[in-house]
T-cell receptor, first 111, second 113 residues
């Protein structure tokens, strides 16, 4: 079945630095979504990427979808304490509409 | 206000005692889904439903049942809960429009002793 791998599992970042989290799928995806979950909260939708090679930006966040629609990345510039949380990618299978989540990248920020 | 509601939010129960976690959405979404979240494993899909009376197994369906008799409701049923079903459960619904945004409920923390 479809698997979505996400790395790194943990990211400790100095405030002001950049970091990237990566997702890779074992199969081609129909689309990929990114979510953020704050401690004690529920996942909140950030964005969806649909097209091969698509790049979208939300302020300091840049999302990319690979040309083969099997990988994606989230890059955050100038990390702030408000960026703390766990970031998940989720890939929608093009075959059966199953949505598979990566294990998440948990981000902590050193002030 | 667009929302997904789950009840109960917290539940402690004993092995073998049947329980139901309710989920309801007010956005007229066709697609609804149940996930469990465990440390280090992320969110794993239990069951999903593309529409009324249409349900499919996700990645970890064993020990769970669902039903979709109405568009807005998607209850999760544990016929005979076991301790390995202790987890945080999320219900979600999706708009398959332009954004594909998935809305999550607040979560149900279940402990089975």
């Amino acid at each position: 079945g479809q698997q979505v791998m996400q790395i790194p599992q943990y990211q400790h970042v100095q405030e002001g630095e950049d970091f990237t989290t990566y997702c890779n799928s074992s199969t081609t995806l129909s689309n990929i979504q990114w979510y953020k979950q704050r401690p004690g909260g529920h996942p909140v939708f950030l964005i969806q990427l649909v097209k091969s090679g698509e790049v979208k930006k939300q302020k300091r966040l840049t999302f990319q979808f690979g040309e083969a629609k099997k990988n994606s990345s989230l890059h955050i510039t100038a990390t702030q304490t408000t960026d703390v949380g766990t970031y998940f990618c989720a890939g929608l299978s093009s075959n059966d509409y199953k949505l598979s989540f990566g294990a998440g990248t948990t981000v902590t920020v050193r002030a | 206000e667009a929302q997904v509601t789950q009840n109960p939010r917290y539940l402690i129960t004993v092995t073998g005692k049947k329980l139901t976690v309710t989920c309801s959405q007010n956005m007229n979404h066709e697609y609804m889904s149940w996930y469990r979240q465990d440390p280090g494993l992320g969110l794993r899909q239990i069951y999903y439903s593309m529409n009324v009376e249409v349900t499919d197994k996700g990645d970890v369906p064993e020990g769970y049942k669902v039903s979709r008799k109405e568009k807005r409701n998607f209850p999760l049923i544990l016929e005979s809960p076991s301790p390995n079903q202790t987890s945080l459960y999320f219900c979600a619904s999706i708009s398959f429009g332009t954004s594909g945004r998935q809305y999550f409920g607040p979560g149900t923390r279940l402990t089975v002793t």
